[in-house]
């Protein structure tokens, strides 16, 4: 049901979701299992979709620990806080994922994973969310991102300290996997 909803929402606007598919649990264990979960209190993601990689956050995520969820498609705002079933470590936002140190100060966040479909994003949004992603990590934070092709390998290896690429054919499509150190 959560797989037809999401490709129902996707449809009506799929230049900005950049996918017609939920990701799999295979890809959602390969973007999530690099984050030091003992670790990490403040954590961000970006572009819930359907909430299908935020219920997984908020499994591995220390009680103590908060997230705030971004996704600027109403309606997959929605299914988000209906799949998050009333979690208080998680708080949603229908921001863009620019506009992070509005909230964040710089070098206080240990984790942000991303979903964005950087591909199909304005070269110039896709530097100012990376620049604000940098920007609010801690220095050792981690940032993971999955992406369809390979294609942005240059533009975030510039920024980040240790980048290790990975990628997992079970998911449709298949996807590869940045994970990053600042
Ligand atoms: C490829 S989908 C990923 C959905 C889900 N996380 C998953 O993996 O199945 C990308 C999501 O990013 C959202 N998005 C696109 N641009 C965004 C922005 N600037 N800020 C926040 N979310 C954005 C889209 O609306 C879409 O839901």
Redo the contacts with the bound molecule.
Sequence with gaps: MARIE?LRT?MK?IT????V???SRF??RKLLDPVDWSAATTII??????G???TSILQRMLPEACMTA????AD?LELTRHRINADSRCTLTD????YLSDIYPEGSVDAVIS???FAI?DEE?QET?LRQIHLVLKPGGQYLQ?QYAPTKYRMITRRFKRVRLDYTLLNIPPAFVYSCVK
């Design positions: 999401f996707a606007d900005q979701t950049g996918s598919w939920e990701s890809l959602i993601e970006l572009g819930t979709g359907n299908v990689i935020t971004y996704e600027i498609n997959f921001d863009s994922a620019e979903s964005l479909p994003m949004l969310i999955y």
